[in-house]
DNA sequence: GTGGTACGATACCGATCTGTATTGTACTTT
DNA sequence: AAAGTACAATACAGATCGGTATCGTACCAC
């Protein structure tokens, strides 16, 4: 054993990230994931214990996928915090520009799961304050005057980009201009870039 | 007739709306709003042909509501439209900080409903394209040398700030900064504060 | 007062939801 | 070769969903 129960799981995982991601997680059946992945109901119920735990499992999915984006995004430029910063909204830029962009995973479980003791919520404030911590620290790095300002300035803009992506669809959304936003919140902070 | 009607439609719009915006559109339904509103299911047929339509009503009341809020934050700086600008950041600043904020109806909308053809998705998206509107509008008047660019970021972030408000409940949210980092893209674009 | 109507109350319909029970089979480990 | 297990397939349970049908009643205009 060991090999063959994670190829269900993984093709469960798989079904759940494009179904949840692109139509909304309470809008999608756990029938529906079935059936995309090509699996037997009682599978996705002996790897997870219910529907919520499956939508847990693809969010720490969705955050180890995140935080590959996010270092791949930064990586180029190690040791110029300033850099890194608007390479991350460069990044963002070219993902929100998508049409296939469907916003942020967590954002849109927290519209879906307001109940702050929700397992779903809680794993939707967690990234959200890892990423803030994140910001924080390179803000920090790049000699920002108010880190903390700075990051949670930042993270509205991001936060801001998935909303508008997942609202506007194929046509131009207002979150082609994220990355000149984050270049001016750095200026107005005393970051040289 | 013609104010008796208007009663049992009222008590459910305003049934609706506590409900639909504090636990969200799909997690709420149609006997939930019956019983909070005290009416007889029927009564909500006789009114609204389905429970989307009551969503699209319950949306145009929100847009409603959302523009006197906004003619409120701008009226005391009628004709100097930079301030204006920085007075609805301050209200928004105001509203966001509230412990029972539950974010923006549409924003949510749009996180739910995600098919650009349903009607509620087509309400959230078409109230979101009147207020890049209108902020492209008094950017203009501020005189910003790329108003659309402009009302683009400060869309951004307020829609950030939503999603934080209703992310973070009682806690202080990165949507406390919003009004500084509204401040700091007017300046980016020449506007004078 | 009489007819029309907006409403309350309740029971109901078919569909869909999450989750389980059952049975048979292919593979793996020892 | 035997025992254990991960799986497919299917049927099903119980709850809830959006929406309807029915009947009784209070109120309204004429």
Not at 135 to 162: I, K
Request: contains cysteine; neutral net charge.
């Amino acid at each position: 054993m060991g090999h063959k129960v994670r190829a269900s799981r993984e093709k469960l995982l798989k079904a759940a990230g494009e179904l949840f991601f692109c139509e909304g997680y309470r809008a999608v059946g756990v029938d529906a994931v079935v059936e995309r992945s090509g699996v037997a109901k009682m599978t996705l119920y002996r790897h997870f214990a219910s529907k919520d735990d499956l939508l847990v499992a693809y969010l720490q999915e969705a955050d180890r996928h995140f935080w590959n984006w996010f270092a791949a995004a930064v990586a180029p430029y190690a040791e110029a915090p300033q850099r890194q910063l608007l390479a991350v909204f460069a990044a963002l830029a070219r993902l929100l520009a998508d049409p296939s962009c469907y916003g942020c995973p967590f954002v849109n479980a927290g519209a879906e799961f307001v109940d702050g003791e929700h397992p779903v919520h809680k794993a939707a404030l967690e990234h959200k304050l890892a990423v803030r911590a994140r910001l924080c620290a390179m803000a920090e790095a790049a000699g920002a005057q108010a880190p903390e300002v700075l990051a949670d300035q930042l993270l509205l803009l991001m936060d801001g980009g998935y909303v508008q992506a997942r609202l506007y669809g194929s046509r131009p959304s207002p979150a082609q201009h994220i990355a000149e936003a984050a270049a001016a919140l750095l200026a107005a902070q005393g970051v040289k870039t």
